[in-house]
């Protein structure tokens, strides 16, 4: 439960948005971020595949150290 899943999207090196597993979906941080947010929160698929890349890639790697 402690585990928290983020993805990052970046140009120039300015966050342009951010999915966290904590939040269950994408949060944008400028104008264009925020137009992707909600167009990837639109996409319920997609933002299943968000929540279960936790469990996929997290998860195993922590048990396993």
Same mark, same amino acid.
């Given at each position: 439960n402690d585990i928290e899943y983020i993805f990052s999207t970046y140009f120039n090196m300015v966050e342009l948005a951010?999915?966290?597993s904590s939040v269950g979906k994408y949060v944008g941080y400028t104008e264009y971020g925020l137009?992707? &947010?909600?167009?990837w929160n639109k996409d319920p698929s997609y933002l299943a595949?968000?929540? &279960?890349?936790?469990?996929t890639y997290c998860k195993n790697h922590v048990d396993n150290a």
């Open positions: 951010r999915f966290s137009k992707q &947010a909600d167009y595949q968000m929540k &279960a890349t936790k469990e």
